[in-house]
């Protein structure tokens, strides 16, 4: 299914990609949303067509405000969609903060990754117990590391398909699309965040800076990973850039 996958879906205009899964609904498809322009787009796109997708985003407790409000922002624009929410466990999460304190994770690579263990790792699991296909924003514009990144790609480690629809569409062009169609998006996004995770772990960027520098910007580059993408079975490591 992979290789008919990449084959069928590279030769698609992006808009149309979430739409032609209807040939794979009989799969188990779920969209990872962070709320990101990117995710808003695919959302839009999964809105606009009939194939079953779950709709999920992780809350690890860190967000920003603004990011909770494009969340309910899209619950109201898009009311055929039930977008789901996962939250970390109560008890590993009460656990975390004795251990290493709230902000631990500025203390050490062991405790960021212990803290993204809890809040997203542990909660994407749960959201993706079951599922066959998952649609991701990815797009190889994000990093150098992303350079060669296919459309679809095996995620051994959770045997599951992933597919990226927008894998090579520019930024300029998704920006267009979500102001044409009125799309709700992270009013960050206009005040120096082109990536937006928890809001102590994001910062702005300035001009010329890499698109995820303002992501752990506290960490050496070779240590950043945000846990959530695995090539076989391995993290993907996710660079300044
Ligand atoms: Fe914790 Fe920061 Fe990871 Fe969010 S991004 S889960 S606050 S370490």
Known sequence: MLEQIIEEFSALPWQDRVKALEKYAD??????????????VITHLIA???TPVKVFTLD??????????VA???REKYKNIALETYYPDAQKTQELVANQGINGFF???ENRKNCCGVRKVEPLNRALDGVNIW????RRAHSENR???????????RNIIKFYPLIDVEEDTLKDYIHQHDIPYNELHDKGFPSIGCAPCTRAISAGEPMRAGRWWWEQDDAQECGLHMVD???VRVKKG
């Open 60 to 69: 690890t407790g860190r967000l920003f405000e603004e990011t909770h409000k």
């Open 107 to 109: 203390d050490s690579i």
């Open 147 to 157: 350079e060669e990144l296919p459309i679809a790609e095996l995620d051994a480690g």
């Open 72 to 74: 309910q922002a899209t």
């Open 135 to 138: 649609i991701s924003g990815l």
């Open 48 to 50: 606009d067509q009939d």
């Open 233 to 235: 079975g391995k993290l």
């Open 27 to 40: 799969q188990s498809i779920a969209f990872s949303t962070s709320l990101s322009y990117e995710d808003q």
